[in-house]
């Protein structure tokens, strides 16, 4: 069975299309889109595909909403980005490096 994973990519949590086979090149976003207001295909239990009409569960990730918090620490959002698998850690050192999070007092 086919189970979609979310990332995130420019602020935007993002399911591409886990049809079998062939496949589909289609990518569904979560919730209004910020700039066109559509609604997309990826929602809190499920995917369903604009393209090929796939539907099948969504498998978020566990630290979904720590990743969400961090990423808009960031003030440019093409720097809001997370892979499926990228510890939380790490988005935590970047913003720590950039000085979005303050360490021992600092800012």
């Known amino acids: 069975m ?3 994973h979310p990332y995130v990519s ?8 886990p049809r ?3 496949g589909c090149p289609n990518a569904e976003h ?16 499920g995917f369903r595909c604009n393209h090929c009409t796939l ?10 909403d720590a990743i969400g918090r961090i ?7 093409a720097t809001r980005n ?8 790490h988005l935590v050192a970047e913003n720590i490096e950039h000085g979005l999070i303050a360490v021992n007092g600092g800012q």
Do not use: K
């Open 82 to 89: 997370w892979r499926l698998g990228e510890p939380v850690q």
């Open 55 to 64: 539907e099948c569960p969504v498998e978020w990730p566990a630290d979904r």
């Open 20 to 22: 079998a086979g062939f």
């Open 71 to 77: 990423l808009n620490m960031r003030p440019v959002p």
């Open 10 to 17: 420019w602020g935007l949590w993002l399911a591409d299309c």
């Open 30 to 45: 979560y919730g209004p889109h910020p700039i066109s207001g559509h609604v997309g295909g990826l929602t809190e239990t």
């Open 2 to 4: 086919e189970i979609a």
